[in-house]
């Protein structure tokens, strides 16, 4: 540990999200002196106002084709109702545990609290604005996170984002989702299943870019069963509003009424006025901490892990790159983050799971790629009487043999691609996909018992 007679801390951590917190209970462990300052909440994006949030209202939306797909099995359901308030009241409960929890782990941990905004002075020093006093620190660690965007046009104060969704006094009748992102699909769903007539926006030919096109396909085909007006190659020029209704107008001239707009079109860094730049540590384009595969930034004494770094905006990333930070800096062990396999679940409806390389950034990488998929109706959907396809998708190097991307869409896709995630990590190969016995009768069976490769139709010219 340093001199603590120089320094009032070996670290101090700016922002008790998912990283900073993994980063600061566990370079306490190793005896550090740690404090951690927060100015909202500790716990962060994800416990707050991400992905635990909206994981409980996805819940709450699959109850209206729960009720409707029991008919199927023999059950009567009466009269239902759903009641928003109940819902926000019973999430916001959860948050608080959690919040509590996050809390006395930190103290059981012997990291020190500050519960005010913090910015970086220097090298060595961070300001604590809210008590309007500085406190020195061996090394300073960034995880402040990322906000979300908002363009600039005019109108755009009557739009929310998802973090004000969260605390909506009145469900709307009426939604407009703007993006084509994680959060815009799953707040379509989210909306769309409690009752809400939705519509999705997208300035792009099709939604969820960077994944394999087969899910991007299935999944604007299965939405807009469900009900949402998608519209691609379509955004917002303006936001009026008359009366108790937003006019939006789109970019090719129609006007659409809508009781609530909501952004989804990403997230930028928390960099602002954090006195970064002032210090010497470089920034990218978006705000991001520019890094090194240590987590370090340009100033040896300056490190950032999570969404503020931009490159992997996912809690796991971050809490992976936050303990790596700790145990490389305090464990004296050499940890570097992963970055290229990440497996990640998107829970729009339906859900979707993904690990590796889509078939185009195979095509790109391997000489031959070899292709086996499959979409039909999962077995609780023959007496639901839904609709809904489950897809499942292999991409493998056709000389290695080697399973370089699953992707899957349908029911539980989240947590089938855990457990996958780890076959793809490990490099496993389509022949020990093969061996592995099949679970019957499941939907993950289709897995191991793909045979046929998938030949990509041949298109004649004209005579």
């Known amino acids: 540990m340093s001199d603590t007679t120089k320094y009032d801390y070996d670290l101090f951590v700016i ?15 190793y005896g550090a002196k740690v404090a951690v300052a927060e100015e909202y909440r500790v716990g962060g994006t994800c416990v707050i106002r991400g992905c635990v949030p909206k994981k409980l209202f996805v819940y709450a939306s699959h109850f209206s084709d729960d009720f409707e797909d029991a008919a199927g099995f ?16 019973n999430k916001d409960k959860e948050i608080d545990r959690l919040n509590g929890i996050y809390i006395r782990n930190l103290e059981k941990a012997g990291v020190e609290i500050v519960e005010c905004r913090a910015t970086v002075k220097d090298a060595h020093t961070v300001h604590l604005v809210g008590q309007d006093r500085d406190v020195t620190a061996e090394r300073i660690l960034i995880a402040v996170g990322a906000a ?86 379509s955004d917002i020029v303006s936001i009026e509003k008359e009366g108790g209704e937003l006019h939006l107008k789109l ?45 370090k930034s340009t100033v040896d004494s300056i490190y950032a892990v999570g969404d503020v770094t931009d490159r992997a905006n996912l809690t796991p990333v971050a809490i992976r790159e936050g303990h790596a930070f700790a145990d490389t800096v305090y464990g004296g062990k050499d940890v ?6 990440i497996p990640t679940a998107i829970f729009s409806q339906p859900e979707m799971g ?15 790629v070899d292709v086996y998929k499959t979409a039909f109706r999962a077995l609780k959907n023959t007496l639901s009487g839904s609709h809904e396809r489950t897809f499942m998708k292999l991409v493998v190097d056709a000389k290695s043999d080697k399973v370089l991307g699953v992707h899957i869409m349908g029911s539980g896709a989240g947590e089938l691609i855990q457990a996958i995630g780890i076959l793809v990590t490990l490099g496993a190969t389509k022949a020990q996909f093969d061996m592995t016995i099949a679970v019957h009768p499941t939907a993950a069976e289709e897995l191991v018992t793909l045979k046929e490769k998938w030949q990509a139709p041949v298109i004649k010219a004209a005579d």
């Open 336 to 341: 570097k983050v992963d970055h290229s396999i």
């Open 148 to 233: 979300p965007f908002l363009p600039d046009i005019p109108g755009i104060d009557h739009a929310i984002t998802s973090n004000e969704a969260f605390h909506l006094e009145e469900l709307p009748k009426r939604v407009v989702v703007v993006g084509g992102g994680y959060i815009a699909v799953e707040f379509a769903g989210i909306f769309n299943g409690l009752g809400v007539e939705t519509m999705q926006l997208y300035r792009g030919p099709l939604f969820m870019r960077g994944f394999d096109d087969d899910l991007r396909d299935l999944l604007s085909e299965e939405m807009t069963k469900k009900g949402i007006d998608l519209r691609m190659n």
């Open 74 to 89: 023999g059950w009567t359901v009466g009269e239902t109702k759903f009641d928003w308030k109940t819902l926000v009241a």
């Open 354 to 368: 993904t690990v590796g390389l889509t078939e185009a950034q195979a095509r790109k990488q391997c000489e031959e």
């Open 251 to 295: 970019t090719d001239g129609d006007v659409i009424r809508t009781d609530c707009v909501m952004y989804a079109t990403g997230r930028n860094p928390n960099t602002k006025g954090l006195g970064l730049e002032e210090t010497g540590v470089k920034l990218g384009p978006a705000g991001e901490v520019v890094v090194d595969d240590y987590s």
């Open 15 to 29: 922002g008790a999200g998912s990283g900073g917190v993994r980063a600061a209970r566990i370079a306490a462990s």
